[in-house]
């Protein structure tokens, strides 16, 4: 059973930086995709940021490219999403997911973290 707990949300000012965590079952951050979600009120939920499970390569979304920094700690089997230049857009609920494969669907779901930027 894969189990993601992330952590490190809050309230920060714009322009401030925060960074989360998403501690991972063993074996599951080297083994699995992982991916950062979020969902902003009345808004669907978005894909941030992804990295596959065979690379370092990372993909992300166009709206946080530059200023969100997604890495991987195998030995940890911890993901992190370091956030700069926070807007007050980024306002939202950060999810972490997991997939076995790099294609289709992601099953694997941590609870979510709230993130609140002020202006």
């Known amino acids: 059973q894969v189990q993601l707990v992330e952590s490190g949300g809050g309230l920060v000012q714009a322009g401030g930086s925060l960074r989360l965590s998403c501690a991972a079952s063993?074996?599951?951050?080297?083994?699995?995709?992982m991916a950062w979600f979020r969902q902003a009120p009345g808004k669907e939920r978005e894909i941030v940021a992804w990295?596959?499970?065979?690379?370092?390569?990372?993909y992300y979304a166009n709206s946080v490219k530059g200023r969100f920094t997604f890495s991987r700690d195998n030995a940890k089997n911890t993901v992190y999403l370091q956030m700069s230049s926070l807007k007050p857009e980024d306002t939202a609920i950060y999810y972490c997911a997991a997939r076995p494969t790099n294609f289709g669907q992601w099953p694997y779901w941590g609870q979510g973290t709230q993130v609140t930027v002020s202006s």
């Open positions: 063993e074996r599951t951050v080297g083994s699995f995709a």
């Open positions: 990295m596959p499970w065979n690379s370092d390569s990372t």
